[in-house]
């Protein structure tokens, strides 16, 4: 289900007459998307003269090879999801604008609550993933760990599936092997050590010191920043340790997994990755967000959520709206695709995931600071009130599903 990439198929096919399959040319847009649009692609033919067939020199505009204008960009919208509303020449480049409204009802409908969604079909589809360090006790050693955990998580996914060695599969297997140092295994996939303030390898600090770290830092956001209260009930531990493995995972994956990784290892208080406190809070966020619209349900200040074939989803017009719809939630299958695509060369790229999830919630805490969501309960707001639910129900279900490919349980409160 990836209605944007069917879209940008369709549109290629239109402007080509070839196949969907190199779909580069036309720029997805992920800011600035109000003046800009949500798609562009070049005007002057020189630009598309590997894709098309047309050898004349005389040809200056892509439209004059098969002779169309803008008004013939109507036709996309009979078998796609995602509707035109207009276009736009700016310089040399043509500008398209979705119908948002449209948008949104055909596509969150069949989104929200799907928990696939973004999962495509992995080729090949097993695999085994193996390690040349799984003994080792420091942070290098928990960052691989991690890797291969997210790895797998990932792969099954998006249908494939992970074998033991006792299996026997390896002639019929994809096979990965993650290791800290170079060799001429030919599948090898390289990850970067974690290295200390000095710029050497923390060989030191073990992982469970650094998780304690992580402990203590998420500790102190909650009660400095956040105004936490904490008491001794003993769930708190419970609560911030997985706060702080949570915390140690979105560290430790933030950067290509073969780049090295500077930590200040010793002091708690300092952080490489601050988005990694702002990714979960934002989770948190979401989740309070719709406990506290089902709890004014069901004490009778709000009317329940009508089915979504009844929302009006024109009411939805801010800007940061349609940007958390359009990048965060239309993209988020090529996010996934894209930790994958250099799978060819025994990579995978985790981090695309975390680039992403980061993005989502920088626009998603300034839509939260500037718009109230959980409106007053009048009658003539529950409309838009309702709308706005079903966004962020998806947006959630989005956020959810990339902290758990991630190994960390969504978190409800912070």
């Known amino acids: 289900m990836n209605y944007l990439e069917d879209y940008l198929k369709s549109l290629y096919i239109f402007l080509t007459n070839n196949d969907g399959t190199n779909t580069n040319i036309i ?12 798609l562009s692609f070049p005007l002057i033919a020189s630009n598309w003269k590997v894709l098309i067939h047309e050898k004349s020199e005389n040809l200056k505009c892509i439209y004059e090879y098969l002779d169309r204008n803008e008004t013939d960009f109507i036709k996309l919208n009979e078998n796609n999801k995602l509707k035109l509303q207009n276009g736009i020449k700016i310089n040399d480049n043509y500008h398209l ?6 948008c949104y009802q055909n596509c969150l409908s069949e989104i929200n609550g799907n928990e696939r969604f973004g999962s495509f079909q992995l080729e090949p589809t097993k695999f085994i993933l193996k390690s040349e360090s799984t ?29 033991n060695d006792e299996h026997n599969l390896n002639n019929e297997c994809f096979m990965i092997t993650f290791s800290l140092n170079s060799s ?38 909650s009660e400095h920043k956040y105004g936490l209260r904490i008491t001794s009930k003993s769930g708190w531990r419970e609560f911030f ?3 702080g493995h949570a915390s140690a995972t979105l560290e430790l994956l933030q950067n290509k997994i073969s780049s090295t990784l500077t930590l200040n290892i010793k002091d708690p208080t300092i952080s490489s990755n601050k988005g990694s406190a702002f990714i979960l809070y934002n989770s948190a966020r979401l989740s309070k967000l719709l406990k506290d ?13 009508p089915e979504v ?7 939805l017009i801010e800007p940061e709206e349609w940007e958390l719809f359009y990048v965060y939630i239309l993209q988020f299958p090529d996010c996934i695709k894209n ?17 992403h999830l980061s993005g989502f919630c920088t626009v998603f805490s300034c839509y939260y600071r500037r718009v109230k969501i959980l409106m007053d309960p009048r009658q003539h707001l529950f409309p838009a009130l309702f709308a706005k639910i079903y966004l962020v129900k998806t947006l959630k279900m989005v956020m959810d599903i990339g902290l758990k490919l991630l190994n960390i349980e969504p978190i409800k409160q912070m």
């Open 309 to 315: 074939t009844e929302i009006d989803f024109s009411l």
């Open 184 to 221: 001429n295994n030919h599948n090898l996939c390289l990850c970067g050590v974690v290295l200390n303030e000095k710029g050497l390898r923390d060989r030191v600090t073990t992982a469970e010191e650094y998780i304690e770290n992580h402990i203590i830092r998420m500790r102190l956001i």
């Open 293 to 305: 619209f089902d709890d004014k349900v069901i004490s009778n200040i709000y009317p329940p959520l």
């Open 27 to 38: 720029r997805k847009h992920t800011k600035n998307l109000v003046k800009s649009g949500d």
């Open 339 to 355: 930790c994958f695509k250099h799978l060819n060369n025994y990579k995978i790229q985790p981090h695309f995931l975390i680039q």
């Open 97 to 102: 604008f979705f119908n948002k409204s449209h």
């Open 135 to 163: 003994q080792l006790s420091d942070i290098s050693g928990l960052r691989i760990k991690l890797i291969m955990r997210t790895t797998q998580n990932l792969i099954n996914f998006c249908n494939g599936i992970v074998y």
């Open 241 to 243: 340790e997985k706060l």
